[in-house]
Each structure stands twice: as C-alpha cells, then as structure tokens.
C-alpha cells in the first residue's frame, strides 16, 4: 500500500445501505491515501504497534475500502488482546515492546506530553502506562470495528459484535446504543427481504444469505501495479501452451466476445485483457477438447476423509510421500502433491478448516471457500514467486472488475477476515511483519476465486475447485461445449455438445443447465455477477431483439384501436 495512490483507479467498495458511501474529492483523497503510504512505511518499521494499524484502518474506511480497514482494525484487536493478557508469550511481549518505547518516547520528547514524564519515571509505572493506554486502545478498536462492519454492509456481524462490546465494556456508555441501531437495521433489512420473496425476486435461502452477510465491490485498488491488473504476454504464452500440450484441437487466443459496440449515450468499449478458445479445426460433437488434470493451475478439494488430496478420488490407496503417512489415489497424485502444494501444509494443523467443511450441505459452503484458500496459498508458497498474484493458478484468473454495473460479493467478518488470517497464522506466516499476505492481497485472492471457481459433487461430498484451463472458455447461453467427471475426481474433461466449425469460438455455460428454461431476463440477472452488464451472447441477443420487436407492435397496436 505505500506504492503512489492513482486517483484515476480510485473506486470504493463500500456498498453500505445505511449510510451511502461517497467518493472522496482529489484533495481529500490525496490526504488520505499519503497518510495510508505513511503509515504503512511506519508498520515496515514497528509491526507489533497496534495503534498504527488502527489509524490506517480508519484511512482505509474513509478512503472507501472497509474490507482493508476491517483486516487492519483486527490485527490492532489481536495485537491488544496479546498485549493486555497477563500470561506471556512471543506476540504480547512485542507489543508491550512496542508500546514501552512509543510511550516512553512520547512522554519525554513530545511538549504536549512532557509535563506527564513522571508517569513513566520508573520501569513499573512504564508498565503501567502501557496498560492502561493498551486498554484505552482497545476500546477505541472496537468502535472503529463497528464503524468498519456498517461500512462493509455486514448487518449480521454488527447486530453480533455490538452485543460482544456491551459485554466486553459494560461501563461504556456508546455501545448499547450500537445494539439498539443493529436491531434496527437488521429489522429494516428483513422486511426489505421478506417483500422481496413475496414478490419472487429471491427464494428463502437468498434471504438468509443476505440477511445475514454483508458485501462490497470487486474494485482494483488504486495502489495495485499493472502487473496485477492485466495478464500480460508472458501469462498468455504460458496458457498458449498449456493448451498445446493437452489438446489437438483447440487454441487460446485474445478473444473480442465481450466487447461492446457504441449505443445510445454509450460508446463503443473493448476489453484488452479478454482470453478465450477456439476450434483449431473442425471438431465433431461429443469429441473431447481437453482433459484439465490437477496441477499448479488446477486445484480441487472437498471435506471426504477418504479422499486423496490431490484430486478428491476416493477412496485412497497405499500411496504416498516419505515425509508424512498421508495416502492418495495414485502415484501420480502423490508426485503432484509433493510439486505443487504439499510441502508447506505437512505438518501443520488445519483440522479446523476440515471440521467445518465437512458440515457443507453445498458446494457454495464458505468453509469450502476456506479449503480453496488454503490450498491456493500453499501453492504459492511452494512456487515461491516474488508475490502470492503470480503463482501459477492466480496469476492466470480474472475478477470481476471494471464493470458498468457491478454485482456486490458476500462478505462477512469470520469467514473474509479471521478465517484467512488464522490460516496464513497456521502456515506460520506473520502477518504483521509479512507485506505479501495483507488484506488486499487475501481479497484481491478471493474475488479472483470467486469469478472462477465451480462446485463438484463427487460422491455425497460437496467441493469446489478452479480448473486453470475449463476457466479460459467464455460463456454462452447456447454454448457448444460442456464438461463433466470421467474419473471420480476433480479431473475435467471437455467435449463438444454439437459440431464446431474451424475457428468457432468454443463456450460454456456459466450457469449450466438451470439456464435451458430460464427467460432471457432471468438469464442476464444471474450472469450480471460476470459480466457486470446485460450478457450479449447470441441467444440472449436474439431474444431480446424479439422481446422489443413485440412490445413495439403492442405498442402500435393500443395506438391505432385508442380512439
């Protein structure tokens, strides 16, 4: 975050129904963004201060990004709960460092503070001092962290929260007002919901979805390089000739399908960084176009204590690695493991991750968002490229950025802020010394995921998986491609649904077979999350042009028998 802020990629988050973000003007936004470049600089220096991590987190909330704010006011409340907690260990014993050295300081060189000096006179009142200003801070923590759920739209988590800090400072006089407004809004939020189920725009399940989670914009941050905006050359030649090596007859190439010509008060767009297949010659229907098998940049999990890891197979087999008893379907499982993912999760206890996902009814389940996670940052690791956005399987995937009109994402404070966290923290990864796995970079992760996974259901165990290859293909509503399970794993094979002509471009359906009976309306409101605009494929095209040719001659109908 202390590359320069560009005010021409500065687009907030925050989708809060309550109170409506605004942008901020270029002088505010030129303030805001400098104190977050300086205050980051400052965390380079003094990772273990929690009240730095507090201020940029406040920086971060008014910038208009509460998903960033909300990572850096937790990691302040982790750093308090350490510093304030009388047993010791590693991390309290840093920020009690910390703490002693900025509070000594302040007090013996500041003029506003000197005349307190003799409050830090001796090591005991020093310690003191630190105790008390830790406490203080913490209050000041969870007050932003109300701020910083509203923000972020997370009702649920405001309603739950604010009734932990009544409990938590039960002499504070701020926070039973906080519980009365999360009653309110989540009163106001349920009504809102239950007209829009009367009405048939969400069944019960999306209610309690939204009823109980927040969400923000996929937005690129404005300090985010290039290189982490676009896949550049080098990427497409890796993908070129991934293709290459698994199929004879398909390519990848700089695909135009999702570029727009001009319209009415509109202007033609085009889309630079839009990757897609086609047919090197003609293909016959049924005939298979890859087979996408795990590797770096295809990842499959579920939950099944059979399963072989690799590839979800089950059961597993006498097969595995000299360094631990883990077993797989295969050899082959075994040697992709040791490659690409193994190494930095043997070891290391993620039965937590499993024990939740093991409770998933679907393959939408957060927990099993949770596993992906875990298993994309292993990769990373493994590859030890110079950030985590370059490993194979991310550097590859797109999100939903840059859209006319953008859907918002699910988000909630568990499973978007503690639950990535405590996965980087069982990797033994600091995340306060450690700039590679902020919170921009673990959001920047999971809007990528999210634009690019797909569930499996392979047995009774629901999973989810980012196949690197099937993700290439674009979509259409009557598309010539599909793909299924031909090995009980997550392994994907594609094949045609009809014949394709030499240089047809080759699609999928972004929302399968739901989509057959759907009406065009229908259709284009659940691709909006990818596309983030009315989809243009040809039967929706076809469609609507039918749609607008009848209302125009009703239309002109009532206007010739109206007397």
Same mark, same amino acid.
């Given at each position: 975050m202390d590359s320069p802020w560009r005010l021409g990629q500065y687009s907030p988050s925050s989708a809060c129904e309550v109170a409506p973000p605004i942008s901020l003007d270029h002088k505010r936004f030129a303030s805001e963004s400098s104190e977050v470049i300086k205050l980051t600089q400052l965390l380079a220096s003094f990772p273990y201060d929690p009240e730095t991590w507090l201020n940029r987190g406040n920086c971060l909330r008014l910038l208009g990004y509460p998903e960033l704010a909300l990572g850096d006011i937790y990691k302040a409340r982790l750093l308090v709960e350490a510093g304030i907690e009388k047993t010791s260990s590693v991390l309290g014993n840093e920020v009690r460092k910390a703490f002693r050295k900025k509070i000594y300081e302040l007090h013996?060189?500041?003029?506003?503070?000197?005349?307190?000096?003799?409050?830090?006179?001796?090591?005991?009142?020093?310690?003191?001092?630190?105790?008390?200003?830790l406490k203080r801070l913490e209050l000041q923590i969870w007050t932003e962290l109300m701020e910083g759920l509203m923000a972020a739209n997370c009702c649920g988590d405001y309603a739950r929260m604010s009734r932990e800090a009544v409990e938590k400072f039960p002499d504070d006089e701020f926070f039973p007002s906080e519980v009365s407004n999360a009653d309110a809004w989540y009163a106001q939020r349920e009504e809102v919901l239950k007209t829009a189920v009367a009405e048939g725009h969400m069944n019960e399940d999306q209610m309690t979805t939204t009823l109980t989670n927040g969400g923000v914009y996929p937005t690129p941050y404005p300090f985010m390089a290039e290189e982490f905006l676009v896949r550049d050359e080098a990427v497409f030649k890796g993908i070129e000739e991934d293709f290459r090596r698994v199929s004879t007859n398909s390519m990848v190439v700089r695909s135009t399908i999702?570029?727009?010509?001009?319209?009415?008060?509109?202007?033609?767009?085009?889309?630079?960084?839009?990757?897609?297949?086609?047919?090197?010659?003609?293909?016959?229907?049924?005939?298979?176009?890859?087979?996408?098998?795990?590797?770096?940049?295809?990842?499959?999990?579920?939950?099944?204590?059979?399963?072989?890891?690799?590839?979800?197979?089950?059961?597993?087999?006498?097969?595995?690695?000299?360094?631990?008893?883990?077993? #797989?379907?295969?050899?082959?499982?075994?040697?992709?493991?040791?490659?690409?993912?193994?190494?930095?999760?043997?070891?290391?206890?993620?039965? #937590?991750? #499993?024990?939740?996902?093991?409770?998933?009814?679907?393959?939408?389940?957060?927990?099993?968002?949770?596993?992906?996670?875990?298993?994309?940052?292993?990769?990373?690791?493994?590859?030890?490229?110079?950030?985590?956005?370059?490993?194979?399987?991310?550097?590859?995937?797109?999100p939903a950025y840059g859209f006319k009109e953008p859907n918002l994402i699910i988000f909630n404070f568990e499973d978007h802020i503690q639950t990535p966290i405590t996965i980087?923290?069982?990797?033994?990864?600091?995340?306060?010394?450690?700039?590679?796995?902020?919170?921009?970079?673990?959001?920047?992760?999971?809007?990528?995921?999210?634009?690019?996974?797909?569930?499996?259901?392979?047995?009774?165990?629901?999973?989810?998986?980012?196949?690197?290859? #099937?993700?290439?293909?674009?979509?259409?509503?009557s598309p010539n491609v599909d793909w299924r399970h031909d090995s009980a794993s997550s392994e994907v094979t594609m094949f045609t649904t009809r014949d394709c002509k030499q240089g047809e471009e080759l699609c999928i359906s972004y929302i399968g077979s739901r989509g057959d009976n759907l009406t065009v309306?229908?259709?284009?409101?659940?691709?909006?999350?990818?596309?983030?605009?009315?989809?243009?494929?040809?039967?929706?095209?076809e469609e609507a042009a039918t749609q607008e040719d009848e209302r125009n001659a009703l239309a002109r109908n009532v206007q010739t028998i109206s007397p």
């Open positions: 013996t060189t500041d003029p506003a503070w000197m005349k307190w000096a003799h409050t830090v006179s001796t090591p005991e009142l020093l310690s003191q001092k630190v105790q008390e200003m999702r570029n727009t010509p001009a319209g009415e008060g509109s202007e033609a767009a085009t889309e630079d960084d839009c990757i897609g297949a086609i047919a090197r010659r003609d293909i016959t229907a049924g005939e298979t176009i890859l087979i996408d098998t795990m590797s770096s940049g295809s990842v499959g999990i579920d939950a099944d204590p059979a399963g072989c890891p690799t590839c979800c197979a089950s059961p597993v087999k006498n097969f595995w690695n000299t360094c631990c008893s883990v077993l #797989y379907c295969s050899q082959s499982c075994a040697d992709v493991a040791i490659e690409t993912f193994h190494s930095p999760i043997c070891g290391k206890d993620f039965g #937590y991750l #499993y024990t939740a996902a093991r409770k998933a009814t679907t393959t939408t389940d957060f927990a099993l968002d949770a596993l992906l996670l875990m298993r994309v940052l292993a990769i990373s690791q493994v590859e030890d490229t110079d950030h985590p956005l370059k490993s194979t399987v991310l550097v590859r995937l797109t980087l923290q069982t990797f033994g990864i600091n995340i306060f010394t450690n700039p590679l796995y902020d919170t921009w970079v673990l959001h920047t992760i999971k809007c990528r995921l999210q634009n690019n996974k797909h569930g499996q259901t392979l047995g009774d165990w629901p999973g989810t998986s980012i196949s690197g290859l #099937y993700s290439m293909l674009n979509h259409s509503c309306v229908e259709r284009r409101k659940k691709l909006m999350g990818w596309f983030g605009m009315a989809c243009r494929c040809e039967k929706c095209t």
